[in-house]
């Protein structure tokens, strides 16, 4: 009853602020109600959860940049390289690869301290769902902004 409680004044809380928050501070919303309702996460793991939970966003994330941005070089910068600097270029997204297994794994033991093992496996499912479903509304929301402009 008193995790129901918990969940129903989180709730409370994140749809108040939603009204007047940004697109990515909704989803932010949505992503944390969704992931402690799944996991059914009780206040005082909820309190210990979080806050490794968004160090290991923020350091992911980071690592993500960094290999998007290796990612979006073009055919034409490519073939304007030396295969040095393309040695150079592939051997730092592979370090940036390992740098996010190692940072995984550091997170790993992390959540395990501080959660059973099954809500630990239970969260990479969910994280996993919360992703495709945040994805699916993007692309949901492009095809409708598209269909939007043909009306025009």
Known sequence: MKTFLWLCTLILIIGGTMTHAQPNEKIEAWKIAYITKNLDLSPAEAQKFWPVYNAYKAEIEDIQKRKNTIRRGSRRVI?????????????????LSVRQADIQATYHLELKKILPI???????????????????????RQEERAQNRNRR
């Open 79 to 95: 073939q304007a390289k030396s295969d040095a600097e393309l040695e150079q270029i592939a051997d730092e997204y592979i370090d």
């Open 118 to 140: 099954r809500k630990v496996v239970l969260f990479y499912k969910t994280e996993q769902e919360v992703n495709r479903k945040i994805l699916e509304e993007i692309r949901r």
